[in-house]
């Protein structure tokens, strides 16, 4: 049996006056195993993202990382904690520095948590080595690589730190289909060799069945269902989602 490392307990965060964002969430997700989200655009997955990873502080309930709140760990303290949790954004291109080389920023990360100048440059090259890129890829600059690269850049800036587990917010909708499925097998392997935990934020049901071990279903903020890939998409047992899986299922063609 995995131990929890992530749990969220009744989480509810609201902006401003409207309706919260995420309402009253529960979610464990267990060393090396893969929770996905899913759920329209809207549903509060990203939100529930940044509270999972303590850029946002919960209105009600509590978020723990390995005993930790992420969110109220500051300075020294939050460190090594921050270490082994990690992030790959959506949008690799905007979240690396432009003026920084590929390599600089995985360093960049290395540097944040301590690791001494001398150990920089190989521990960059071993990290490009375990995403699948050249190291001499290093010395580009973002604008220099595709949005493939990037995304794995994005990865090994997340290793940098020995994470126990990475919050993915739709790693590969930005990619075609051919790279996206790269970026997915790379993952998976990472994830055996590393014994990584990733909670995996997506609304492409196709991926999550691939990558999951248990999926969330997210709808106006709210878990309306929780089960296994084979479960979920064999007995869905909520309307919503299967109305989800009725409009990812392509039609037939004639």
Known sequence: MTRDLLVLDAVTK??????????????????????????????????????????????????????????RLFGRAAR????????????????????????????????????????????VADLFHKVGLDPALARRRPRELSGGQLQRVAVARALATGPDLIVCDEPTSALDTTVQAQVLDLLTGLQRRLGLALLFISHDLGVVRQLAHRVVVLRHGRVVEEATPDALWHTPRHSYTRALLAADTPPATQ
């Not at 401003?16 to 267990?30: E, I, M, W, Y």
């Not at 509270?51 to 209105?59: N, R, S, V």
């Open 80 to 123: 090594p904690v921050r270490a082994r949790l990690q992030f790959v954004p959506q949008h690799p291109r905007g979240s690396l520095n432009p003026a920084l080389r590929a390599g600089e920023a995985v360093a960049f990360a290395l540097r944040v948590h301590g690791t001494p100048r001398a150990e920089r440059p190989a521990l």
């Open 14 to 71: 609201r902006y401003r006056s409207g309706p919260p964002a995420v309402d009253g969430v529960s979610l464990r997700v267990g060393s090396g195993e893969t929770v996905a989200l899913v759920g329209e655009s809207g549903s509060g997955k990203s939100t529930l993202a940044r509270l999972a990873l303590g850029l946002l502080a919960p209105d009600s309930g509590t978020v723990r990382f390995d005993g930790h709140d992420p969110g």
